[in-house]
């Protein structure tokens, strides 16, 4: 760390101390005891800058601007910053060098944001082309895309509708089958009933007795009770 000693005039002084991670350079005694001496007796302002230092480097370095002024006039400014010759009314900033990078950063901020807004247009244009043509690519493979959902659903539908057919024929066959069934079996049932009313009519007409006069042509033989039958 290395010091500079004060500059100006009367009881105003600047110190600049440019710090910085190396520290290989170490303060004299004379120069701590000086200093302390200021610190004691001055009112002080820090102001800290970080500053820039190459990618390559692993160092840091920060300049470090103390700015001292007498407590009996903490208005008065110091007529030189850092050993330049400027005048009192010409000190308004602690860097002379401050102005050109104003202007410079100003200058670079301007170009920067047109850049930056004619590379966003070229985007923006360019990113809508290619969205266009995106979608003119996708729109014929959505509607192919679609068409085949669609026939394939009309496929599957012409199926189940077979299918149904086919069930309600199966049904309608077997409910015809049940009925031919139905049907005979009351058939059976009515041609056994006939029969057995027949075979007892005959039967029944087989013993009926003749009960007329015994001398008539008719009759077979005579009984002493004088009843005359039917031949067999």
Not at 30 to 43: C, M, P, Q
Not at 87 to 114: A, H
Not at 219 to 225: D, G, K, T, V
């Amino acid at each position: 760390m290395r010091s500079k000693k004060p500059c100006g005039s009367g009881d105003n002084n600047v110190v600049d101390f440019n710090m910085a991670a190396d520290s290989s350079s170490a303060w004299k005694d004379e120069e701590v005891e000086a200093l302390i001496d200021v610190f004691s007796e001055k009112t002080i302002q820090f102001s800290l800058e970080k500053a820039r230092c190459p990618k390559d480097k692993s160092a840091v370095y920060n300049d470090v601007k103390v700015k001292l002024e007498s407590q009996d006039n903490p208005s008065i400014q110091p007529q030189n910053v850092m050993g330049t010759s400027k005048e009192e009314n010409d000190c308004d900033i602690l860097d002379p060098r401050m102005g050109e990078e104003n202007d410079t950063d100003e200058g670079d901020k301007e170009s920067y944001e047109e850049s930056v807004s004619d590379r966003a247009e070229g985007e923006v244009e360019m990113g809508t082309a290619e969205k266009k043509r995106k979608l003119t690519g996708k729109r014929p493979k959505s509607k192919k895309t679609r068409l085949e959902k669609y026939e394939e659903l009309a496929k599957q539908r012409h199926e189940r509708e077979l299918q149904f057919r086919l069930d309600l024929q199966k049904l309608e066959s077997e409910r015809r089958r049940e009925e031919r069934q139905h049907e005979l079996n009351i058939l059976q049932i009515l041609m056994q009933t006939r029969g057995q009313n027949s075979a007892a009519s005959f039967a029944m007409t087989q013993h009926y007795g003749n009960c007329g006069n015994p001398t008539s042509s008719n009759s077979s033989f005579s009984s002493e009770n004088d009843q005359s039958f039917y031949q067999l």
